[in-house]
């Protein structure tokens, strides 16, 4: 009945006006799609790519594949049992003598990575393979170096033969890939990661605390206080935010150090002797204190904007109906300020978690986060396989937090200020 | 919400404990950026408050630092004095001021199709655009590391800027959200009916409401940009030297009191931007409360 009706008015063109309206509607959806559209190509490319990039990295194995194709095509042939045959080592000898050097050096380091001592095993070879001329190869491989005759080391390459890789994953959680491909535990001196990872939450987590520790009553100051007290005060808030993160870092390594501000006050005052000054500085501590002070922003800004949407007649009401302050704090503003307790404390445990400038410089070797093991990763040992695996395993904690950050806050909740 | 009249004793020491507490903290959150600021003029190589400076003593306190940042050598200084801070300045604000236009432009825009009522997928797109902001900058510095290398962007000022854009761009379309909450499109449809059309409507109807909103998220983007370090270390060269660039070496390496002199810099310059900022917000709502009062 409707339909018809509709149907039957018509726009000033003759067209029925549920067509027009419908028109309109996707022209507008366009237009809103088209204002978007520069940014978030944007970001998709300068942004998404590059991270998607480097996420295939952490399982990507097929450089070595480029280097060895006869050779692994030869490997896949042989049965594991026994030494292999004479043709898996003439090829690995011809691949290995005719390719380039820098060729040999990267893939050797991933062989490293596999079976140690590859490294110098193929270092040693390409070099005094150069002076064999013919066959058999075998033998002559042997005579160079006793380990071309050790099953462990034509063991190892069959991790190897598959051009993806789970082992960087497996690194990052203190396990590896035996030479026959089992997963297996680190050995006990390199299980390094899986304490990281246990520190880097402990220390987010206990930040997060600090920080509700110590945003929420300012927090409350802020919303109750006139408005010209509170505008005042909210400075003292806002102006660390402004503050570059390595301004505040220095700031505190003034603080904090040896013969900073803080021992220096304890030992003019008499509270410490001269000689037992805290150690306040390159260790975790320094890192938790940094980071509290750097991440409260964060925290007392949702709680303020919820407290101040809080009614203080609620309070008022339950004070009169006879509850004692304690009580109508605990049962009547508590949940109402929730909100903004849960969007504070997972806006900072989302920023602290990967956070890599503070630990570096404050941290020492006591206070290091998974942050800073990519980027040792990165810079120093080049095994950047195992950074990728590392940030790609972070990356995913993020991604469910920030997801249930949405859920709950809604992200375009973030305030700023 | 002060203490009233009738409060018993138990309240009177809880409310005042209370606010002792509050002091501390705020105290905790503003102390360490203002002890760096007597330090910088303090002529002792070291970080620390001598026994001479404390007293006031003339020796003790100098501008040798402010004078090694700038450039001038002091007669018999054996210290060879480059102008890395100079250039790390000059780097900085190139970078930070195209930085922030492109981030301005392309998140103002972004913020006006994103407030449209028919914007399909808008919590989607909205969580993408503010990622940069959320993944740790050494997430992103090792993509844009690998990325860039590959199609030719590392080691170019082009690779810094599109870096340091992208980081600034969910800044600008947070705060240019938030003014266009509550913005009323009648305002539109008032100038589209008098004729203007979609340009005119922008620049003299929607601009000037949201401008407050636009220049403190450029504020926003260009600190992000100027403060950033970990993207410069990797995707920049060794040359390309910014000023937070510089102070991460020197606290690495030398430990100089010129990072405590660059540093009060930057505490005046975030005070300016602070300042501006609120100015901003109060002038926002003010404008948006007289719409509401119309």
């Known amino acids: ?417 | 919400m002060a203490l009233p009249s009738y409060a018993t004793t138990g309240q009177r020491v809880g409310w005042y404990a209370f606010l002792t507490y509050c002091g501390l903290v705020f105290f905790f959150l503003i102390a360490p950026i203002f002890v760096i600021l007597p330090l910088s003029f303090s002529s002792s190589p070291f970080f620390e408050f001598t026994r001479e400076f404390m007293n006031f003593e003339p020796e003790a306190w100098s501008l040798r630092w402010y004078r090694q940042m700038v450039g001038i050598a002091s007669v018999g200084d054996t210290t060879v004095v480059s102008n890395k801070w100079m250039l790390g300045t000059r780097n900085s604000f190139i970078i930070g001021i195209s930085a922030t236009f492109l981030a301005t432009a392309l998140g103002t825009v972004a913020a006006l199709g994103l407030s449209r009522r028919n914007m399909p997928f808008k919590g989607t797109i909205m969580a993408i655009l503010i990622s940069p902001m959320i993944v740790p900058l050494i997430i992103t510095s090792a993509g844009m590391f690998f990325f860039y290398s590959k199609i030719g962007l590392t080691h170019t000022y082009l690779g810094l800027i599109l870096a340091h854009t992208a980081l600034g761009t969910p800044f600008v379309v947070i705060t240019v959200t938030a003014t266009l909450t509550g913005f009323d499109t009648n305002l539109i449809r008032a100038s589209q009916s008098l004729g203007a059309d979609t340009m005119r409507t922008f620049f003299k109807v929607i601009m000037p409401l949201i401008l407050p909103g636009v220049i403190s998220g450029a504020l926003f983007a260009f600190i992000t940009s100027f403060d950033e370090v970990v993207v410069v270390m990797f995707v920049g060269s060794v040359e390309q030297i910014t000023i937070p660039k510089q102070m991460w070496a020197g606290l690495r390496q030398e430990t100089s009191p010129v990072i405590l002199c660059m540093a009060t810099c930057l505490v005046a310059l975030s005070i300016a931007l602070l300042t501006t900022v609120e100015l901003l917000r109060r002038r926002s709502e003010r404008l948006r409360g007289i719409k509401l009062r119309n």
């Open chain 1, 1 to 417: 009945m409707n339909e018809t009706t509709a149907g039957s008015i018509l726009t000033t063109e003759g067209i029925p006006l549920k067509v027009s309206l419908q028109k309109a509607e996707r022209r507008n959806k366009i237009r809103a799609i088209l204002l978007v559209a520069p940014l978030l190509l944007f970001i998709l490319f300068t942004f998404l790519i590059p991270i998607g990039d480097m996420l295939l990295r952490s399982v990507d194995d097929s450089y070595i594949n480029t280097v060895f194709p006869k050779t692994f095509k030869e490997y896949k042939k042989w049965d594991r049992q026994d030494l292999p045959s004479e043709e898996l080592y003439k090829t690995m000898f011809f691949e290995v003598k005719d390719s380039e050097g820098y060729a040999i050096g990267k893939a050797s380091t991933r062989m490293n990575y596999a079976k140690s001592g590859w490294k110098s095993l193929l270092k040693k070879s390409k070099r005094k393979f150069k002076k064999i001329e013919e066959g058999p190869y075998k033998e002559q491989m042997i005579a160079i170096d006793k380990k071309w005759a050790d099953m462990e080391y034509w063991k190892a390459l069959g991790v190897m033969v598959d051009a993806t890789t789970a082992g960087y994953y497996l690194n990052a959680v203190d396990l590896k890939y035996n030479v026959d491909k089992e997963v297996v535990r680190q050995k006990e001196n390199r299980r390094i990661y899986n304490h990281t990872w246990v520190k880097t939450f402990k220390v987010s987590i206990l930040v997060m605390i600090f920080c509700l520790m110590l945003g929420y009553p300012i927090s409350y100051l802020l919303s109750t206080l006139p408005l010209k007290y509170s505008n005042l005060l909210m400075i003292c808030v806002l102006l660390p935010f402004w503050t570059s993160l390595l301004v505040r870092t220095v700031a505190w390594m003034v603080m904090l150090q040896q013969k900073g501000v803080f021992n220096n006050l304890l030992v003019m005052s008499n509270i410490i002797a001269d000689e037992n000054r805290f150690k306040l500085m390159y260790n975790e501590t320094a890192t938790i204190i940094v980071m509290t002070q750097i991440l409260l922003p964060f925290m007392v800004l949702p709680l303020y904007s919820v407290m101040k949407t809080i009614s203080p007649n609620y309070m008022r009401a339950a004070l009169n109906l006879g509850a004692s302050p304690l009580h109508a704090f605990w049962k009547i503003y508590m949940p109402n300020s929730v909100p903004g307790i849960s969007a504070g404390c997972m806006l900072v445990f989302i920023l602290a978690i990967g956070y890599y400038i503070t630990p570096e410089l404050v941290g020492g070797k006591d206070g290091q986060m998974i942050g800073n093991w990519i980027a040792y990763h990165l810079k120093t040992t080049l095994n950047w396989g195992l950074s990728a695996a590392l940030g790609a395993i972070l990356l995913g904690v993020l991604t469910v937090l920030y997801w249930v950050y949405n859920k709950l806050v809604g992200i375009e909740n973030i305030k700023l200020g």
